[in-house]
T-cell receptor, first 115, second 111 residues
Framework: DVKVTQSSRYLVKRTGEKVFLECVQD?????MFWYRQDPGLGLRLIYF???????EKGDIPEGYSVSREKKERFSLILESASTNQTSMYLC??????????????FGPGTRLTVL | SQQGEEDPQALSIQEGENATMNCSYK?????LQWYRQNSGRGLVHLIL?????REKHSGRLRVTLDTSKKSSSLLITASRAADTASYFC???????????FGTGTRLTIIP
């Protein structure tokens, strides 16, 4: 079974802090994604990566950066956390599109609260 | 704006009844997928239907796709309490690695 793990289920940080959210997948997937989920807005893509050291902006990249130094690990960084970044953060991974399995596999999520 | 819009936003039915959720989208797609999310958890993939398919089944799930109307429906038959969750449609586009998710339907099964 594909397993996507996220470093924390719950996280509380203060405004202005630098925050790291870590995601690891164990199925050698090329693609990895970071979403945030807010009530009434569904899932919105922040960044994704299709290879090591490669990244592309999603729909809402402002205030975030990412790092992918190894294939299995994709980190989301909030350089200076703000209260409007309080949200549920979901990481996902999948095989490169075009193959039979374009489905995404999700981690359990990190609920981040910024005070 | 969201590519996928689910309808209804919330649905409550009695256990044993069938549940139908709909998804509409705006642009051409390569595939459409449905996911389930239990409260406070990550999403779980349920089923994928490609743009050249019209209907697909998986256990108690039946998905239809009408590309002329840019819409899809998810039918859950003989619902169970464990089906209580939020359901999201997501569309994949040609030559694009990303999925675009809708805002979801919150399904509650009443025992």
């Amino acid at each position: 079974d594909v397993k996507v793990t996220q470093s924390s289920r719950y996280l509380v940080k203060r405004t202005g802090e630098k925050v790291f959210l870590e995601c690891v997948q164990d199925m050698d997937h090329e693609n990895m994604f970071w979403y945030r989920q807010d009530p009434g807005l569904g899932l919105r893509l922040i960044y994704f990566s299709y290879d090591v050291k490669m990244k592309e902006k999603g729909d809402i990249p402002e205030g975030y950066s990412v790092s992918r130094e190894k294939k299995e690990r994709f980190s989301l960084i909030l350089e200076s956390a703000s209260t409007n970044q309080t949200s549920m953060y979901l990481c996902a991974s999948n095989l490169r599109a075009g193959g039979p399995g374009n489905e995404q596999f999700f981690g359990p999520g990190t609920r981040l609260t910024v005070l | 704006s969201q590519q996928g819009e689910e309808d209804p936003q919330a649905l409550s039915i009695q256990e044993g009844e069938n549940a139908t959720m709909n998804c509409s989208y705006k642009t051409s797609i390569n595939n459409l997928q449905w996911y389930r999310q239990n409260s406070g958890r990550g999403l779980v993939h349920l089923i994928l239907i490609r743009s050249n398919e019209r209907e697909k089944h998986s256990g108690r799930l039946r998905v239809t796709l009408d590309t002329s109307k840019k819409s899809s429906s998810l039918l859950i038959t003989a619902s169970r309490a464990a089906d209580t969750a939020s359901y999201f449609c997501a569309t994949g586009n040609f030559g694009n690695e990303k999925l675009t998710f809708g805002t979801g339907t919150r399904l509650t099964i009443i025992p």
